[in-house]
């Protein structure tokens, strides 16, 4: 992102007030930036390259949750 990272982004969707489900996909293979999106509020955390299937499935599963 070039103005502020996933965890910057994620910090501001928190302070609208709302619930909103959130699916981190990064290319930083690393604990630290997965704990602090969990932190943060994120729902998962995938990986680069991801598959595309996986992430349609976990999409519909948080949307059927929330329904």
């Keep these: 992102m070039p103005v502020s990272d996933g965890i910057q982004f994620i910090y ?7 619930e909103i489900p ?3 996909i990064t290319g930083y293979d690393n604990i630290e930036n997965m704990l602090n999106a969990y932190q943060m509020g994120a729902i998962d955390v995938a990986y680069k390259p991801y598959d595309p299937e996986k992430l349609l499935d976990l999409c ?5 949750n929330r329904i």
């Design 60 to 64: 519909r599963k948080i949307l059927e």
């Design 22 to 24: 959130v699916i981190v």
């Design 12 to 18: 501001s969707l928190n302070n609208l007030g709302r």
